[in-house]
């Protein structure tokens, strides 16, 4: 079998089983925000953190339960890493220096996972373990529990209320991705990823790097977090062994983010307006697959920063999907990649990781977009755009834009300022418009929350470690107070009634101006500086 015969397979075989548990999986996680019940874990946890799970907040409060429990968790991190030298399982690596222990600790709870350090010898498993894993539970939580907020808002009409920041966090955790997470690393040990404590074996002399694999690679796929046990990340053979883990590992990438436009057409009385949604994220998944697979395989060293058990097709499969989501993870080197191949990795990203974006995020993203997509539709015709029944104002319009510039404003003035710093030139492994993609992939990647780079980029200096993690943490964020503004906003109209002038939101209509609008404000906000990078690139 040809490799391209078998990549089309291996896709074939990826979207066969995300059809198989999109319904089920889907309405699942739609029951999970919507039950009364509490189970008794959730119950003692409640009594422990002396939360009332009966109480609802307004989108204030539940905005400062996203900010306070996200900052308690930096510093808890960002402690566990200083003192990591008194910790079992350190393996004598020392405390972590504090630009790094920054660095890591925004990163993890931003759900960013960049890691600007060689983990089998700076982290102990002690780390590992209690503060990264314990935040790639987390962090995806706090995602998912946005995106039922924002739901909430379209739903609900005449309240002040959106839930319980709280509950929906532990919901997320327990009901989700504890048991998705426990079953698939059964499956990963099953087809050989490694689970061990000791800190490597001796072959022939020479010493190999292990860890506890197999529990933290499920998750940091399962919850889009990315960041690796080992340096390789999925390229290595004891985080993905073969063409079935790949195929997995895959999946796990996409499962929430794709079931979740399920959820929202279960939560919002309508499956159809779900699955326009998904409609939207697969057309330009697909299409970028396609211009990242074909860049590759017709580049002049088509092998170049890929493993030969993966070859070109899954490894563009990976990259497409990781960068389409807020992974991060990879099994290939992407600055090995062709200028149109890397600039279709870049381009993903730059897209504000809606294809299909990352847990929780891509849903209330392309919700965001969405809205922006109805205002420019009503200036056309002169009309008060409608969405789900809720009219989009001022207020909704200007939440929404806040959402959709912070990732760019927070892009552009980093990577520029980076730009004209004396210090940058020595950083890059390249110089030219592969070197400028260097940078803009960096700072495209703290910005989206993605984590995965162009490794020719030497990010250890203090002003990357302090610049990017600041990126990561406005990236965040700016846009969930927006978004949770958005749907207090929502939350609080009364619902108008379908006419004969509402734009129905349902049909290839409307997926058609949402995917243009998706396309359009990335080409008119970084069309000049990829023009400088990957575009000339591509073009010598």
């Known amino acids: 079998m040809s490799s391209t015969a078998a990549g089309l397979l291996q896709v074939g075989l990826l979207i066969a089983a995300l059809a198989v548990v999109y319904r089920p999986f889907g309405d699942y996680m739609a029951r999970v925000y919507t039950v009364t019940g509490h189970t008794r874990f959730e119950r003692a946890v409640y009594r422990m953190a002396r939360v009332d799970p009966a109480s609802e907040q307004r989108w204030g409060t539940y905005a400062l339960g996203v900010l306070g429990f996200s900052f308690v968790g930096i510093v808890l991190l960002y402690v566990l890493q200083r003192v990591q030298s008194v910790l079992p399982f350190d393996f004598g690596r020392g405390d972590v220096g504090p630009g790094m222990a920054f660095n890591t600790a925004v990163s993890f709870v931003t759900n960013t996972n960049w890691q600007s350090y060689v983990p ?16 790639n539970f987390v962090s995806a939580a706090v995602g998912m529990a946005v995106a039922v907020a924002l739901v909430r808002g379209f739903v609900r009409h005449r309240t002040d209320r959106l839930g319980n920041f709280w509950v929906d966090l532990v919901r997320g955790t327990v009901r989700i991705l504890l048991p998705v997470a426990l079953v698939f690393a ?28 197999a529990s933290q690679e499920v998750v940091k796929l399962l919850g889009t977090n990315g960041g690796g046990v080992l340096n390789a990340n999925s390229a290595h053979p004891f985080e993905n062994p073969s063409a079935w883990t790949n195929l997995v590992e895959v999946f796990l990438i996409l499962v929430i983010p794709v079931c979740l436009t399920r959820t929202f057409g279960t939560l919002v009385g309508d499956r159809r307006q779900g699955g326009v949604l998904l409609g ?56 090995s990649y062709t200028g149109l191949g890397g600039g279709g990795t870049l381009l993903n990203m730059l897209f504000g990781e809606m294809t299909p974006g990352g847990v929780g995020t891509g849903l209330y993203s392309i919700l965001v977009m969405a809205v922006i997509a109805l205002f420019l539709a009503g200036l056309m015709v002169g009309r008060t755009p409608e969405y789900l029944g809720k009219k989009l104002g001022r207020r909704e319009v200007t939440a929404a834009a806040v959402s959709v510039l912070a990732m760019p404003t927070v892009l552009l003035v980093g990577a520029g300022t980076a730009a004209i710093l004396p210090g940058t030139r020595e950083a890059l492994t390249n110089s030219g418009p592969h070197g400028l993609s260097e940078l803009l992939y960096a700072y495209a990647s703290a910005s989206n929350n993605n984590g995965s780079a162009f490794a020719g980029i030497t990010v250890t200096s203090d002003w990357f470690q302090a610049s990017l993690g600041v990126c990561m943490a406005l990236g965040r964020f700016v846009p969930i107070v927006a978004v949770l503004c958005l749907a207090g906003s929502l939350a609080a109209q009364k619902k108008v009634p379908v006419t004969a002038g509402t734009l129905p939101t349902t049909g290839p209509l409307f997926g058609t101006l949402l995917g243009g609008s998706v396309v359009l404000v990335a080409a008119l906000t970084f069309v000049p500086a990829l023009a400088l990078g990957p575009i000339a690139e591509a073009l010598l």
């Open 186 to 213: 059964v499956v990963l040990v099953a087809l050989g990823v490694v689970m061990s404590f000791e800190p490597g074996v001796t072959v022939d002399g020479h010493t190999v790097a292990t860890a506890p694999v």
């Open 120 to 135: 089998e010898t700076v982290l102990g498993h002690a780390v590992q373990a209690v503060g990264l894993t314990v935040q």
């Open 280 to 335: 939207v994220m697969g057309a330009l998944w697909t299409a970028m697959l396609a211009v990242i697979w074909v860049a590759e395989a017709h580049g002049l060293r088509p092998l170049e920063g890929k493993e030969l058990r993966f070859g070109v097709p899954s490894s563009a499969l990976f990259a497409d999907s990781t960068t389409g989501t807020s992974t991060g993870a990879v099994n290939s080197l992407h600055d």
